[in-house]
């Protein structure tokens, strides 16, 4: 079946240490994207990719990074420079930019 | 900046009754529409996608867009427990060569038994 695979699934991580965020697709996309969802919130663009090897920042582009080697993978590095990592991180795949978003299933990230 | 407005709710509706959600946008060339729903602790999931005026239909579902009054609307018929969500509304707009998606905050639905 064709999807967006998001792992792990849950992720605790030390402050001061960076972590990645592995997210795959299957779809045949073009399109990829990180959003950040804190409780009660609504959903905020890290970074987007439209085309491999090329992407830009979102509204909160600020103490993350990310890759676009292959059109199928876009990994997300929560940096230590991050303020408030701790959040609900979901990867979002589309065949274009005027296409809607298919979700993966998400990374809870918890910063101590 | 572009703008979508819902009502976070809490909305309540009793188990069989119909469920309306409202969105409203700011971008008057706004062109594609989407609803998602999405349970707590989970991944939004697309369940409808409107792009023209009028009502679109799928199952329970019917989602409505009226351009002029920039408002788009999902109703939910026959309403269900499992119904219980947030159901998030999302706007692309273009201009200039690109597209901007924008999400709505959310509204919560109860659907009570």
């Known amino acids: 079946d064709g999807g967006i695979t998001q792992s792990p699934k849950y992720l605790f991580r030390k402050e001061g240490q960076n972590v990645t965020l592995s997210c795959e697709q299957n779809?045949?996309?073009?399109?990829m994207y990180w959003y950040r969802q804190d409780p009660g919130q609504g959903l905020r663009l890290i970074y987007y990719?439209?085309?491999?090897?090329?992407?830009q920042k979102g509204d909160i582009a600020e103490g993350y990074s990310v890759s676009r080697e292959k059109k199928e993978s876009f990994p997300l590095t929560v940096t230590s420079a991050q303020k408030n990592p701790t959040a609900f991180y979901l990867c979002?795949?589309?065949?274009?930019?005027?296409?809607?978003?298919?979700f993966g299933n998400g990374t809870r990230l918890t910063v101590t | 900046q572009k703008e979508v407005e819902q009502n976070s709710g809490p909305l309540s509706v009793p188990e069989g009754a119909i469920a309306s959600l409202n969105c409203t946008y700011s971008?008057?060339?706004?062109?594609?529409f989407f609803w998602y729903r999405q349970y707590s602790g989970k991944s939004p999931e697309l369940i409808m996608s409107?792009?023209?005026?009028g009502d679109k239909e799928d199952g329970r579902f019917t989602a409505q867009l009226n351009k002029a009054s920039q408002y788009v609307s999902l109703l939910i018929r026959d309403s269900q427990p499992s119904d219980s969500a947030t159901y998030l509304c999302?706007?692309?707009?273009?201009?200039?060569?690109?597209?901007?998606?924008?999400f709505g905050k959310g509204t919560k639905l109860s659907v009570i038994p």
């Open positions: 990719s439209q085309i491999v090897n090329d992407f």
């Open positions: 971008d008057r060339v706004s062109q594609s």
């Open positions: 409107i792009y023209s005026n």
């Open positions: 979002a795949s589309s065949i274009g930019q005027d296409s809607p978003l298919h």
């Open positions: 999302a706007v692309i707009s273009s201009g200039a060569g690109s597209y901007q998606l924008t």
């Open positions: 779809l045949n996309h073009d399109a």
